[in-house]
Every structure is written in structure tokens, then in C-alpha cells.
């Protein structure tokens, strides 16, 4: 983004590189006026230059710098500034109901009397479609084509729209299917590290590389310096738009590494282990800052692998600064030679540049890790924090089988399978999936699964025959250094081939298991196992059909897909028989750290980089064959079961109308601790009988063609249905029954929860949701806002909420309440039955307290007090018109 600020605080100076004169806004020179900023976090340094690149007196004031600046007395603040990322990351799951927005924006400017070309992004906006694909296909040399032509045909509608997007809008980019995942895209190619552009006086000024991004992964960045994290959908097209984050100058938790892995650890293990620590020591809501020695010991592929589960350790990113390691993976990855150069100067001229001589920051607060304490790990089966020993993998899925599955008289049980000549058992690993953004940017990680592959495949091992195989990479250039590493042909002897390039078993999109081994789990109520190189293994996430999942390093999903099960001790127990008949065990088939990053230093190149990314935008015959004609206005067709017009601006005008008090609002439901976005948004398979098949079904969509989820997200009618419909909700209005149902407290009917809030609809009766703590926890989801505001819920009511979800409750027009200290849904003795008033609703003030009155099933009433957590003027400002997207319309079309 070109700076727009006044420049009142005269920071303006200049920089020579490669002969050539580049603008910037001086660190140094605000340090003269407002004090010392050398212990500063580099996180910090970033939003200070920010604040000096936009202070135009109105959105960001001097006393905003001197906020920043201050910050370093008492290491937090409760001061909220306006900041403006450089740029938006998309992938197209939540990107197209972005996009969708957006031409739903343009007609209704026009009607407005506005020009639509006023709707458009305002920064660059990179959306890269990586999520589409399923692993239908698997185990064969033509999974990768086939997967890449069912791919084409179920999302058709999308990539037309997709492509009219990419025709119609300027400032935006689409990344055609089968290239990578987004993360990894923007990593190896997008991301800059330092950004510059062309002012109003055509001067080049140099500016921090920093987005937000529609995937809560986006903080996967952070691994290149280049502050990003994940925001709603809603969030990042107000960004687009030019409205700035409002967000609280945050807390910065120093993460202190030293020390280096031991033999055979890898950076998987690194990663379970940080992210236990920094959930256990909670940091939602605030930076988490990796410094100390031990960052010299790690790859940029390490620092990215650790910075992209930032959310599943809950904090807003997890940042590493820019140094040697930096320079040399934009060489590696063919950026063009100008702008490493100026990423070098920029950064060692601001202070932004960490060696070691660099001074330790000042944190609000520590953690310390030796990495040479660091053990092989897996985290299961529930929880990404949920980290288990490797040796104690068994001991934590027997006792869940007994504990939580009330299976434990079961744990010898094995049943046929219909047609085969083996049997299954609770535990035994249906899925070995090397998937998702965490891993598979890490060459480190992939070849190593390789080598375990090479040396299994020589002793004579096989897959289980039970387990479903795939490798999905995360780019290209994976596929290209495994084959010069001649690791490919040994994965593909065990089943992991090619599947496609995206975001596959991580999602959701892990596709059916094979009908024999489907029916022998559901028949015989079997808890399966997954292991997967991801980062997310919530319920119901991963596959309808599996129960536990373990998230693992690549090596151990290749090493897991031939020991066949996670309820014995693979450290122990043999992998199976060799070639000569005696057992091979895990300690067989493991590289060594030598052997792994002698092949890495062999297999890879930049070539490999710079061509690959040379037409990132051309896509394949397939992308190139879709034919759409461009229009200021997309032209909406009623017939389409993928993309609709949504209705958020149905009867708009200019004025807001005016916004009223909830009275006697019955709860849609309510729920326990640590309801996911997963839980609350559609996403995953859609069941033929649930409210969102017999829709499709109702519009000549067969089963075979239904899809899932997060490809429709275009479409609200399916995706208001699929809302809180996750097959292991609880609702606990309803003890004893999961998935998305309710009860319809006038009738005492007990139905799906879209149909009893149609019912309330129809009835006039207002809404509310109650929950526990860490409300909304996961993915950035737009749509478990969007859809939680079309089923007509009003209000939710949660001990405590996740930072990303919270804000885009507020950006759909919805009230967060949260209880106060000691007051919860236990302690009011909440049944379901009672009804909520809130007032004053229309002078609501940002965090102020709010008292809620409660009328229960006899008619006595008693009061509860709850904080407003719409934090920010600015947040107040959207709940007041509706919801950000009709204030940033009001806005554009005035």
C-alpha cells in the first residue's frame, strides 16, 4: 500500500540501493522525538512504521506513535490503533464468498445511485485456490489427473465466477488450482519481506511486507519476517476496501529458543512441542515473538513450519525477524535480485535486522525452550495442543478408547471386512495423509518421509492394505525435488502418490474411504484411527468415518501407514517382517539428520523456484479452457446451487435503520468449552438428510454431486443450513444427542437447529447462543458469523471468545456478550428453557458492562451482568450499520 499519511512528524528519509533512491519512514528519526525503541519487539517496530507511514492526525494521531513508543514501560496497553496491512492473502474456500460479497457490493451501489468500479480492492489481493481439491482418487499413477478432472467438474460454477473475479477486479490475482497451497504460494513466491511502490509524487517508498489473510494459517509468513495473520472474510474485505484493522496495540509474549534438535527430531516434533507451551502458558489475542540463540539453529522452513500453527497455540502470529536465514531463502527461491537487496538495506537501516548482536527485545512476558530437549511427538486425538510422547501413543489412545470412548472391554476386537482377507480394529490408521501447509513447505520434513520410504521399501515393507495413502505437496516445487532426490518412485511404492497440490486431509477433504473398510467402522461403531502431517485434528474435521486423529511429522505418517495402527507401541513393537523374514522396526527405517539434509542440499535449487513460479497466474488447459466474459456487474444466475447473490443488502439505504433492544430472545442453543469454528461453521461432507441435502436434493443436485461444504460457501441458502450442524456438536439443551439439533422450546419438538430457528423466525422471537470459554476457536470462518446471522441469532453469550471469531461476530451486526467473573451458564442453571432481554442495545458504549435479564419457564426473573465485547469505536460503528459491510457501502457510495 502506498503511504498516505501527512508526514507531520517529518520521518521521511531516503535510501540508496542498487543506485537507486528509495523513500522511507524513519524508526530512527521518530526515536528522536519519542525515546529509545531499540529493545522494542521486532513485531512492534513493524506497527510503529505503520503508524508513521498513515499518522494523518485523523485515523492515526502522533499520540498513537507515542503509544508504541510508551509500550515498553508497562508492556501492554489498552490504547487501539488503525492499522493498514500492505496486501490480502485468499484461498478460495473463503475467498469466494469474499468475491461474492463484492459483486454483491457492485449491484448494490448501483442501486444506491454508485458507480460500481468503486468496489474494488484497494491493496493487492492474492487468492489461490487450494482448497477444492479431494483425495477421491489415491494409491495409483493417475490419482493426480483424476482428482484434477472431478475437481474441475464439481467446482465448474465457482471457477467461472472465480475467473470473472479475476477479469472484472482490479488489484486482485487468482492462483488457478492444482499450483499450491496458499500459504506456501505466498511464501515461496508472493510474499516480498519488504514491499515499495510508487507514491502520489511518483517517489519509491519502502514499507514493511505485511497482510491479513482469510486463513488463520496466514501466520505461516511470519516464518519470512512479514507480519500476517488471519481475519474473517468479512475483516479482510473491509482491508480490501481501505478501512484499517482496528485492533488494541498488543501484548508480545518472547518465545526464547536456544540450543539445537537432536539426531533424528524433526521440525514437526519442534513444532507439537512449542505449540503445547504456548497454549498451556495462553496467548490469545496477543504476538508471540521467537528469539535467542537457538534461531540460527533453524531454517526459514523450520521458523515458517513453527509460525503457521499460531492459531492452534491461539496467539495473533508468531513472528520471527528478518536476519541471514531470510536473504538466503529469497536467493533459494529465485525473488528477483533488486528486492533482496533492498530487503537487506531496509531492514538493517530500521532496525528491523536481527544478528547476534542484536539485543533481546522487552516482552510483556517470556517462555524458554532448549531444543535439545525436544522428543519425537505426535499430537492426538482430538486436540493440536494435545501433544503425546511418541513412545506414549498407544497408552493415550487405549485409555481414550476406555475413558472416553467407553470402548475399553473392546480393545482386542477385530471385525471382517467385507470382500478382503484382513481385519480391523478401534486404533488401527485408516488415513496416512503427508498434507497441509505446516509441513509440506518444509523440504527437511519431506524428505525425510522419503528416505523412511526408501529404506522400507528395500527391507521389504508394505502399507497396511487398510490404509488410505496420499501425499499432497504444497507446491510444485515439492514434486520437483523429490524426483531429483529419486525419493519419488519410493513413495509411490508405498502408496503416496500424487493426489493433487492443495489442502487436502487437513480440511476435511480427505475424501471417502473405501466402501468396505466404511462400512466395517460405522457397522461396528469402530473408533479408527488418522495420522496426518496437518496442523488441525478436531472432530468430525477430518473424516466423518474417523474418530481419532493424530497430527504427525511426514516421516511418521509414511512409518504409521505401515505399522497399521496407533494402538501399539510403534517404538517397540516391529513395523512388520522383511524381505528376510525377521522383523524391521522404526529405529530400521529412520534417517539420520546427515542423510536428510545432505539429499535437501542436493535435491534443491532456485531454478526449481523461478521456474515454477513463472506463470503462476496462466494456470492449467483446464483454467485456461474456462471462457468467461468480464462486466462491471456479474451476471447471477438463479439456477446455480454454488454461487447466489446473498441477501445483506436486501432493502438498504443510505440511512441505518435504527438498531433495537433483544427482548424475550430464546437460546438456539447452548453449548460447552471450546466450541470450534469447525463446530459452528459448515464445513466437511453434507449429509443427505440434513437440512442443506434436502435442499440440493430439492434443486436436482444428486448425492453423488453434492460436494462439500466449504465449496459452496458462494451460496448462503447451503450454508445458513449447514450452520452448528457438525455431526459432534452438543447442544446441551438436548443431553445425550449430537450434531446439529435443538429443541423448539414452544412445541418441545427436538429438530434440526436450521429448522427451529425458521420456526422462531416465522414466530418473530429473536435469538441468542450461549457458550463457555473459547468461544469460536479455529479456523478464520466468515460464515460461522455469516450463518449464525442469518439463522436470526441476535446475541451470543460466552465466557470468552476467540480474538478472529469475536471480530466477525461483530462485523455481521451480532452483540458479544461475555459472562462475567463466576457467572457462567452452570451457575444460572441454564436449561434452554428460559428467555434473554437485553437493552440499550442502541447506546451501547465499546466493553462496557451489560446487564441481561433472564425470565425462566415459571415466569420468575433474576439478572446477570455481562462485558460488551464490541471492543472498538470502530467495531461499534459497524454493529451499529448493520455489520461492516454495510457501513464500508454507506461509505463508498456517500
Known amino acids: 500500500m502506498t503511504a498516505v499519511g501527512q508526514d507531520t512528524l517529518n520521518t521521511r528519509s531516503t535510501l540508496e540501493v542498487e543506485g537507486k533512491t528509495v523513500h522511507y519512514y524513519s524508526l530512527a528519526k521518530a526515536a528522536e522525538k519519542y525515546g529509545d525503541i531499540s529493545r522494542l519487539p521486532f513485531s512492534m517496530k513493524v506497527l510503529l512504521e505503520n503508524m508513521l507511514r498513515f499518522e494523518d492526525g485523523v485515523t492515526v494521531t502522533p499520540a498513537d506513535v507515542q503509544a ?40 448494490a451501489i448501483t442501486k444506491l445511485g454508485g458507480d460500481a468500479q468503486k468496489i474494488n480492492p484497494l491493496v493487492p489481493v492474492h487468492l489461490v485456490i487450494d482448497h477444492s481439491v479431494m483425495v477421491d482418487k489415491f494409491g495409483t499413477p493417475d490419482a493426480f489427473r483424476e482428482n484434477v478432472e472431478i475437481e474441475y467438474e464439481r467446482n465448474g460454477e465457482r471457477y467461472e465466477f472465480l475467473r470473472w473475479g479475476s477479469k472484472a477486479l482490479d488489484n486482485f490475482k487468482v492462483v488457478p488450482p492444482g499450483t499450491g497451497i496458499c500459504h506456501q504460494v505466498n511464501l515461496e513466491n508472493i510474499a516480498q519481506a519488504v514491499w515499495s511502490s510508487a507514491d502520489e509524487s511518483g517517489a519509491i517508498v519502502a514499507y514493511p511486507d505485511t497482510c491479513v489473510g482469510t486463513d488463520s494459517h496466514t501466520t505461516m509468513v511470519n516464518g519470512l519476517g512479514v507480519l500476517g495473520w488471519g481475519v474473517g472474510g468479512i475483516e479482510a474485505e473491509a482491508a480490501m476496501l481501505g478501512q484499517p484493522v482496528s485492533m488494541l496495540i498488543p501484548e508480545v509474549v518472547g518465545f526464547k ?14 513444532v507439537l512441542t512449542v505449540t503445547q507451551m504456548l497454549r498451556a ?61 533492498l530487503v537487506e538495506a531496509y531492514a538493517k537501516a530500521q532496525g528491523f535486522w536481527r544478528d547476534v548482536t542484536s539485543p533481546d527485545p522487552v516482552f510483556t512476558d517470556t517462555l524458554h525452550l532448549d531444543m535439545s530437549t525436544v522428543q519425537p511427538s505426535l499430537a492426538g486425538p482430538k486436540r493440536p495442543q494435545d501433544r503425546v510422547l511418541l513412545n506414549s501413543v498407544d497408552e493415550g489412545f487405549n485409555s481414550e478408547l476406555a475413558s472416553g470412548y467407553k470402548k475399553g472391554d473392546e480393545s482386542e476386537k477385530r471385525v471382517t471386512v467385507e470382500g478382503e482377507d484382513f481385519t480391523l480394529g478401534h486404533g488401527d490408521v485408516v488415513i496416512a495423509a503427508i498434507t497441509s501447509c505446516t509441513n509440506t513447505s518444509n523440504p527437511s520434513v519431506l524428505v525425510a518421509a522419503g528416505l523412511v520410504a526408501r529404506k522400507a521399501n528395500a527391507l521389504g515393507l508394505k502399507a497396511k492394505p487398510w490404509v488410505k495413502t496420499s501425499l499432497a505437496p504444497g507446491s510444485q516445487v515439492v514434486t520437483d525435488y523429490l524426483e531429483r532426490a529419486g525419493l519419488t518412485s519410493d513413495l509411490n511404492a508405498l502408496g503416496f502418490n500424487l493426489v493433487g497440490y492443495g489442502c487436502t486431509t487437513c480440511i476435511g477433504n480427505s475424501g471417502p474411504l473405501p466402501d468396505p473398510i466404511s462400512k466395517a467402522i460405522n457397522g461396528n461403531d469402530l473408533v479408527a484411527s488418522a495420522v496426518l502431517s496437518g496442523n488441525r485434528n478436531f472432530e468430525g474435521r477430518v473424516s466423518p468415518d474417523v474418530r481419532a486423529n493424530y497430527l504427525a511429522s511426514p516421516p511418521l505418517v509414511v512409518a504409521y501407514s505401515i505399522f497399521g495402527t496407533t494402538a501399539k507401541d510403534i517404538t517397540e513393537e516391529p513395523l512388520g517382517l522383511g524381505n528376510d523374514g525377521k522383523p524391521v522396526y522404526l529405529k530400521d527405517i529412520w534417517p539420520t539428520t546427515a542423510e536428510v539434509a545432505n539429499t535437501v542440499a542436493a535435491a534443491i535449487d532456485r531454478e526449481m523456484f523461478s521456474s515454477r513460479y513463472a506463470n503462476v497466474y496462466l494456470g492449467d488447459k483446464h483454467w485456461q479452457a474456462i471462457d468467461v466474459e468480464g462486466g462491471d456487474t456479474y451476471g447471477w444466475s438463479s439456477t446455480s446451487t454454488y454461487v447466489q447473490n446473498p441477501p445483506y443488502f436486501e432493502g438498504m439505504s443510505m440511512t441505518p435503520a435504527p438498531v433495537h433492544d433483544i427482548t424475550d430472545a430464546r437460546p438456539l442453543a447452548i453449548f460447552a468449552d471450546s466450541i470450534t469454528t469447525d463446530h459452528i461453521s459448515p464445513a466437511g461432507s453434507i449429509k443427505l438428510d440434513s437440512p442443506a441435502g434436502r435442499f440440493l436434493t430439492e434443486h436436482q443436485v444428486s448425492r453423488a454431486d453434492f460436494n462439500s461444504y466449504g465449496a459452496r460457501r458462494g451460496n448462503h441458502e447451503v450454508m445458513m443450513r449447514g450452520t452448528f450442524a457438525n455431526i459432534r456438536i452438543k447442544n446441551e439443551m438436548i443431553p445425550g444427542i449430537e450434531g446439529g439439533m435443538t429443541k423448539h422450546v414452544p412445541t418441545g419438538e427436538v429438530m434440526a437447529i436450521y429448522d427451529a430457528a425458521q420456526h422462531y423466525k416465522s414466530e418473530g422471537t429473536p435469538l441468542v447462543v450461549v457458550a463457555g470459554k473459547e468461544y469460536g476457536t479455529g479456523s478464520s470462518r466468515d460464515w460461522a458469523a455469516k450463518g449464525t446471522m442469518l439463522l436470526g441469532v441476535r446475541a451470543v453469550i460466552a465466557e470468552s471468545f476467540e480474538r478472529i471469531h469475536r471480530s466477525n461476530l461483530v ?84
Open 68 to 107: 508504541i513508543v510508551e509500550w515498553q514501560k508497562e508492556r501492554r496497553s489498552e490504547r487501539e490503533i488503525q492499522y493498514r496491512p500492505a496486501r490480502v492473502l485468499m484461498q478460495d474456500f473463503t475467498g469466494v464468498p469474499c468475491v461474492v460479497d463484492l459483486a454483491a457490493m457492485r449491484d
Open 281 to 341: 502458558k495462553g496467548v490469545v489475542g496477543r504476538f508471540v515473538e521467537f528469539y535467542g540463540p537457538g534461531l540460527d539453529a533453524l531454517s526459514l522452513a523450520d521458523r515458517a513450519t513453527i509460525a503457521n500453527m499460531a492459531p492452534e497455540y491461539g496467539a495473533t502470529c508468531g513472528f520471527f525477524p528478518i536476519d541471514d536465514a531470510t536473504i538466503t531463502y529469497l536467493r533459494l527461491t529465485g525473488r528477483d535480485a533488486e528486492n533482496i537487496a
Open 257 to 270: 529458543l536456544d540450543g539445537t534438535l537432536n539426531e533424528g527430531i524433526t521440525a514437526t516434533d519442534l
Open 811 to 894: 462485523g455481521m451486526g451480532i452483540l458479544p456478550l461475555q459472562f462475567a467473573e463466576g457467572v457462567d451458564r452452570k451457575t444460572l442453571k441454564l436449561n434452554g428453557t428460559e428467555t434473554f432481554t437485553i437493552t440499550g442495545v442502541a447506546d451501547l458504549r465499546p466493553r462496557q458492562v451489560v446487564t441481561v435479564e433472564l425470565t425462566r419457564e415459571d415466569g420468575s426473573k433474576e439478572t446477570f451482568e455481562t462485558r460488551c465485547r464490541i471492543d472498538t469505536v470502530n467495531e461499534l460503528e459497524y454493529f451499529l450499520n448493520g455489520g461492516i459491510l454495510p457501513y464500508v457501502l454507506r461509505k463508498l457510495a456517500a
